[in-house]
């Protein structure tokens, strides 16, 4: 039977992760068969496993339905789940899983908005934000003020922040009226704030900011501010694809359950957050 460490187990499953499930087991809060996990610890399908006391049901991976969702983030909400400020979060507006909890897919700040992803599969969340496998980020910003062609080449060649190099792959000009000028920008990284931060070097204001694609899964013009809607499983398996996954649902879907998820969560009639002027045409 197939054992996996336990911090990748429970992060699969969605209860956390990785880094979390492993401070857990530092801790002392998971047990595994009745005895206090270990660092790195093998579980199977079978073995009781338990986080405070609570049971845990450890499932193979052929078992597990892996779950997407896009959300439509508004500005204001921020991409926790419990804020200190009483401030509205991400998690808010998401439908309850029983046994898993709904994973994150990379951040937007409390003034972002657009595209963010979430789902029940841990290590697939894990692998799309990690650097190495060079996801594309695309945003469609609003710049205050004109950019000459030199500061747009340099955005692209790298320019150093506190953190580091960083730079766009590619910027697009989306036109504009007046001061104000509409570019979209590609980022294969998710540092806090890197697309603010990058123009903000050359003393430009943002003052709008989205974020329309995270990797092939596209910004559904539908789907309203504060909305979702779930990915099909195709769009699973191909986003799983993507960062080196294979994840096959199989069996029957609970197709009442996902019509219920759209019709909730989607209006036809609804018009996009924002339209950049000369909005540039899907590749």
């Known amino acids: 039977m197939q054992t996996e460490r336990i911090q990748k187990a429970l992060s699969r499953m969605g209860l956390g992760s990785r ?11 998971i047990r595994v068969n009745g005895n206090i996990a270990t660092p790195g610890q093998a579980v ?56 898993a909890r ?25 692998r799309l934000m990690h650097p190495s496998h060079e996801i594309e980020r695309e945003y469609a910003v609003r710049i205050l003020g004109e950019v000459s062609p030199e500061i747009l080449k340099q955005l692209t060649e790298g320019v150093m ?16 009226q007046g001061a104000n000028h509409w570019y979209h920008v590609v980022l294969k990284e998710g540092r806090t704030r890197e697309v603010r931060r990058l123009w903000e070097h050359f003393d430009f204001k943002v003052s709008r900011l989205i974020r329309v694609r995270y990797g092939d899964i596209e910004q559904s013009r539908a789907v309203r501010q504060g ?57």
């Open 102 to 126: 709904w994973v994150a897919i990379g951040r937007l700040d409390i003034n972002t908005t657009g595209l963010l992803l979430f789902t029940n599969d841990g290590e697939l969340a894990n």
């Open 227 to 283: 909305k979702f809607r779930e990915l099909t499983d195709t769009e699973v398996t191909q986003l799983s694809a993507s960062v080196g996954l294979t994840r096959i649902n199989k069996g029957k879907i609970e197709e009442s359950r996902r019509r219920k998820f759209t019709s909730a969560t989607m209006n036809k009639t609804t018009k996009p957050a924002a339209k950049p002027a000369n909005r540039r045409k899907k590749r």
């Open 19 to 29: 880094r979390e499930i492993e401070r857990w087991v530092e801790e002392g809060l």
């Open 161 to 176: 922040l506190e953190d580091g190099m960083a730079h766009f792959e590619k910027i697009i000009d989306a036109g504009g």
């Open 44 to 99: 199977k399908a079978g073995d009781k496993v338990s986080y405070k006391n609570k049971r845990i049901e450890i499932k193979p991976i052929e078992e597990l339905r892996t779950r997407v969702l896009a959300y439509h983030k508004p500005e204001g909400e921020v991409t926790t789940r419990k804020d200190e400020e009483g401030r509205r979060t991400v998690f808010e507006s998401l439908p309850r899983l029983k046994t």
